[in-house]
């Protein structure tokens, strides 16, 4: 059996209940989203010649057998649906990839009159793409009869999937297995000095904060003498030389006083500036490495996780740089100035005020290991909490229409609880390891009080002097304790700049060229030559296409669902690079032209629909910025958008929240139509534009399609290949290739792949009562 995921005990009873035993199961794995893209614990099961998912949530709670034991985790799983199919029925299956997320589809088995059908099995996340393709190979393999289990794959998966939880040089377990860091083993030194260089352009402001601290430092090493020593020994002995001048100590203590509230102001102000500069900076610097990778890189990461890296992990590195950094100075200073004071007063109280801090230092140094360990665990626990409460709320409306409620809140409740037991460990670790550090450091003023106290008795020691001695030994203790207790701050700043190196020296799949080819004057021709690209390695999308638009051209893209369609979209805009092969404008490579150029000449319109918060206007204009607003309206009404929105409330100042509430699907796609109008391209490129549409708009928006297309070269793929009539050609691709390629007529007359798909989709139209 292949087990693509540790298959809880509790599922594995599930499956059982229903007559399976768990035994008889060739393939198990997981996904993450159901068929509405719900967040779920999809589990998906080959056994017997059948596929099983079963669908629905893990919960957990905590369980106390007895009032003095130790409560145990307890877990059930709650069924949410359950599905079955033939596996016989299909011949093959592939994973598709989206631009956010993946799924998984199977090509059911052909009949002597259609086509194969491409059907869903399983939607996913990108967190579960490596094993969506394990499971796809394992399955297809299984088909063709191949036995898996001789051909070694399982073991080698399962040696690489042990590879890849620990870390290669000491064996440990990855605390974040995404990562791949050991806490162990990464240079901390060298993560400091990275970020070392950012903070070298506010070395005048933090060097201020420096010396005001130290100022305030110095000034508060000096109180403890003249409250002390010098007033008992000088101002109230009958035998010191300042004797009954009492009002003079109290005008230094106040004078010092004062000098050190003004020193500490100008502390505050200068440190309020810098770390309101610094933090803008550090995100505006985060922010754009992430913007400048590639989109392959977001398709493998979840949004929440970014979120936190971007707030919380910039806000971690100022408080290194900005806290931890010059009080750790000034501290080192002022334990070196109170211990030479110390020495000087007297050696033998000193060496006992010390004798303990070795040993606490020494544990310090074990419980900063560990304790890294628990902060890594701890992010990775509010970055899963993030991700999936980014999932929910964006796709709230999924969650209110199939009244998934409580079954979200129950995930929710998972996760949550999952984070405050991370947070609970290190919380009760800090709080039960450190008092006793603490009382290691405080054995020492038990000592000098003691050793003190018979000094003075026996007249080697004055009262003053011993009362000044204990005050320096508490102020010590203070910047000792200090760097005892940033252990627990000092782990959560270098997993976030380790974190940030991830982003900051991530290398972009697609990179602009150094000395770009303008393309001047755009005519609008495009060639793709021999074109082969695949989103993994060695599995290809597109395999050896070739055609050539010529200026001013509309052609048709068809295919089936996975075929690779917007992958060729994408590939022309270079949200990926070909693997082999070229794509051509004029004939100018894109890899040749620059970003700027490329997509101020080529535009997209897409199935996937996303309008920013902001006003209508705002949105409409992002495409062209300096556009005016009669532009913007006529643009609007090309796009069949412009009657709609003057009914809004405000008309084109209405604004829109995250989520779009406010607009239907086919208004949202209306706005995006017109945005690209507005770019007014020489290439445009309509991804399934009229996807989202009811028959009667689209047919009007088509209209004015017609009219928006002549005298500049579009790309159409259409979900209705009754709306490529007009095309000048048309592409059908198949399994990554290109298999036919003619005019509509043409190709119904051949009464081959498109003939079949347009006989097929005309039925279905019919059948809603849809006449083409």
């Given at each position: 059996m292949t087990e693509l995921y540790d298959i809880p005990k509790e599922v594995k009873a599930a499956l059982e209940a229903k007559g399976i035993p768990y035994e008889k199961v060739d393939i198990a794995a997981k996904t993450d989203l159901d068929d509405g893209c719900v967040p779920c614990d999809n589990y998906i099961f080959v056994a017997d010649g059948d596929i099983i998912i079963l669908a629905g949530s893990m919960i957990g709670r905590l369980k106390r057998n007895g009032i003095f034991k130790q409560p145990k985790p307890v877990r059930h799983f709650t069924e949410l649906s359950y599905t079955h199919y033939s596996l016989s029925d299909y011949e093959e299956f592939q994973v598709e990839e989206l631009l956010s997320s993946a799924r998984i589809v199977a090509r059911r088995r052909a009949d002597a009159d259609s086509l194969p059908r491409t059907e869903l099995i399983a939607n996913l996340s990108n967190t579960y793409k490596n094993e969506a393709y394990k499971f796809v190979r394992k399955i297809n393999a299984l088909i063709k009869g191949e036995n898996n289990e001789s051909s070694g794959d399982n073991n080698e998966d399962k040696k690489d999937e042990k590879e890849e939880l620990f870390c290669p040089k000491c064996g440990r377990r990855y605390a974040d297995p995404e990562r791949k860091i050991c806490m162990r083993c990464m240079d901390k030194v060298h993560i400091i000095k990275r970020f070392s260089i950012f903070f070298a352009r506010y070395k005048f402001q933090i060097g201020a904060i420096i010396f005001t601290m130290i100022l305030t430092s110095a000034l508060g090493i000096l109180a403890p003498y003249i409250s002390s020593g010098f007033y008992y020994d000088e101002v109230l002995d009958q035998n010191g030389r300042f004797y009954g001048k009492i009002l003079l100590v109290i005008g230094i203590i106040l004078a010092t006083r004062i000098i050190s509230i003004l020193v500490s102001i100008v502390n505050g102000v200068i440190s309020s500036r810098v770390a309101a500069k610094v933090t803008y900076d550090l995100k505006k610097e985060i922010f754009g490495a992430i913007e400048r990778l590639s989109i392959g890189y977001f398709t493998n990461r979840q949004t929440g996780g970014l979120m936190t890296q971007v707030n919380n992990d910039a806000n971690n590195i100022y408080w290194f740089f900005c806290d931890?950094?010059?009080?750790?100075?000034?501290?080192?200073?002022?334990?070196?100035?109170?211990?030479?004071?110390?020495?000087?007063?007297?050696?033998?109280?000193?060496?006992?005020?010390?004798?303990?801090?070795?040993?606490?230092?020494?544990?310090?140094?074990?419980?900063?290991?560990?304790?890294?360990?628990?902060?890594?665990?701890?992010?990775?626990?509010?970055?899963?909490?993030?991700?999936?409460?980014?999932?929910?709320?964006?796709?709230?409306?999924?969650?209110?229409?199939?009244?998934?409620?409580?079954?979200?809140?129950?995930?929710?409740?998972?996760?949550?609880?999952?984070?405050?037991?991370?947070?609970?460990?290190?919380?009760?670790?800090?709080?039960?390891?450190?008092?006793?550090?603490?009382?290691?450091?405080?054995?020492?003023?038990?000592?000098?009080?003691?050793?003190?106290?018979?000094?003075?008795?026996?007249?080697?020691?004055?009262?003053?002097?011993?009362?000044?001695?204990?005050?320096?030994?508490?102020?010590?203790?203070?910047?000792?304790?200090?760097?005892?207790?940033?252990?627990?701050?000092?782990?959560?700043?270098?997993?976030?700049?380790?974190?940030?190196?991830?982003?900051?020296?991530?290398?972009?799949?697609?990179?602009?060229?150094?000395?770009?080819?303008?393309?001047?004057?755009?005519?609008?021709?495009?060639?793709?030559?021999?074109?082969?690209?695949?989103?993994?390695?060695?599995?290809?999308?597109?395999?050896?296409?070739?055609?050539?638009?010529?200026?001013?051209?509309?052609?048709?893209?068809?295919?089936?669902?996975?075929?690779?369609?917007?992958?060729?979209?994408?590939?022309?805009?270079?949200?990926y690079d070909v693997g082999s092969g070229s794509i051509k404008i004029d004939g100018v490579d894109v890899r040749d032209i620059s970003f700027d150029d490329l997509r101020k000449n080529v535009a997209i319109v897409s199935q996937e629909t996303y309008l920013f918060m902001g006003t209508i206007m705002d949105n409409i204009k992002y495409a062209r910025p300096d556009a005016t607003d009669e532009e913007v309206i006529t643009a609007s009404k090309i796009a069949g958008a412009h009657d709609f929105i003057i009914k809004l409330p405000d008309a084109y100042n209405t604004r829109i929240g995250f989520g779009y509430k406010d607009l239907s699907g086919g208004e949202r796609q209306r706005i995006s139509i017109a945005r690209a109008i507005l770019r007014n391209p020489r290439i445009l490129i309509m991804d399934e534009a009229t996807a989202a549409m009811d028959t009667q708009t689209e047919r009007r928006i088509q209209a004015a399609l017609d009219n928006l297309v002549k005298g500049r070269t579009t790309i159409m793929i259409a979900h209705r290949l009754s709306t490529l009539r007009n095309a000048d050609y048309i592409i059908v691709i198949e399994n990554g290739k290109m298999p036919e390629f003619g005019t509509h007529a043409e190709l119904l007359a051949k009464k081959g792949i498109f003939y079949k798909l347009y006989k097929l989709q005309l039925e279905a139209l019919r059948n809603i009562g849809i006449e083409e």
């Open positions: 931890i950094v010059p009080y750790s100075i000034v501290n080192v200073f002022q334990i070196i100035g109170i211990i030479v004071i110390m020495l000087i007063m007297e050696p033998v109280l000193t060496l006992i005020s010390l004798v303990t801090v070795p040993i606490a230092f020494f544990l310090i140094r074990k419980v900063f290991a560990i304790l890294e360990k628990y902060h890594a665990k701890r992010y990775s626990q509010s970055r899963s909490l993030n991700s999936l409460l980014s999932d929910i709320l964006t796709g709230i409306r999924v969650v209110k229409a199939f009244s998934k409620e409580s079954e979200e809140a129950a995930r929710f409740d998972v996760r949550n609880k999952s984070l405050a037991a991370a947070n609970m460990k290190a919380s009760v670790f800090n709080t039960t390891v450190f008092p006793f550090i603490s009382m290691l450091i405080y054995i020492s003023n038990m000592l000098v009080l003691g050793v003190g106290g018979w000094m003075v008795i026996d007249g080697k020691m004055s009262y003053g002097i011993l009362l000044t001695f204990i005050s320096y030994m508490n102020m010590v203790y203070n910047p000792i304790m200090f760097f005892v207790d940033i252990v627990y701050m000092l782990t959560d700043c270098l997993n976030s700049m380790n974190r940030l190196m991830d982003v900051m020296d991530a290398v972009p799949d697609v990179v602009e060229s150094k000395n770009p080819t303008p393309l001047g004057e755009v005519r609008g021709e495009v060639e793709f030559d021999n074109v082969v690209f695949g989103y993994e390695k060695n599995r290809t999308v597109i395999d050896g296409i070739s055609f050539k638009i010529n200026p001013g051209e509309v052609i048709g893209i068809v295919g089936h669902t996975g075929a690779g369609k917007s992958t060729l979209a994408n590939l022309l805009i270079r949200l």
